[in-house]
């Protein structure tokens, strides 16, 4: 669906207002079906049957669990619909999340092998320093005597 199409009804806001047509007309058809002691069953004003014995009572209570059947199922789903959305905006975040670390880790990494490969050329530059110190004349270092060695004869 294109984003400048707007929805006026989603399907869970449909299926609770089915749900709730269903039961304001099961209301009806108990309330006034309750009336003739479940003799006939009636709805604005109409008489729908006339079923015989008790068949009435047992039909208005099948009547009122489906519309209590209607209502638990739609709102059931209109909620699994709103979590279904908020776990895959939290999804959403989670991946978004995750590729911005893994990019930061990756700008790490070339940061850091620059940095080896700078390294690694110091060492090498000291190393062949040392390497030239060593090669040159032994240097002689002169460490003046302290007064107690003097005064001891050392």
Avoid: K
Avoid at 20 to 45: D, K, M, N, P, Q
Avoid at 104 to 133: C, K, P
């Amino acid at each position: 669906m294109r984003a400048h199409h707007r929805v006026v009804f989603d399907v869970p806001t449909l299926f609770i207002v089915l749900a709730t047509a269903w039961s304001a007309f099961v209301i009806e058809l108990v309330l006034e079906s309750a009336r003739t002691r479940g003799r006939e069953l009636v709805a604005f004003g109409s008489v729908l049957a006339a079923p015989r014995g008790t068949a009435g009572v047992w039909i208005l209570c099948a009547v009122s669990a489906t519309a209590a059947l209607a209502m638990v199922t739609a709102v059931a789903y209109a909620r699994g619909r709103r979590l279904e959305r908020r776990m895959a905006a939290e999804l959403d975040g989670r991946w978004e999340e995750i590729s911005e670390r893994s990019a930061s880790d990756a700008t790490r990494i070339r940061l850091l092998s620059w940095r080896v490969a700078e390294l690694q050329t110091l060492v090498n530059r000291l190393g062949d320093d040392r390497a030239a110190r060593r090669s040159g004349p032994p240097r002689l270092v002169v460490v003046p005597d302290s007064p107690e060695d003097v005064a001891s004869g050392r």
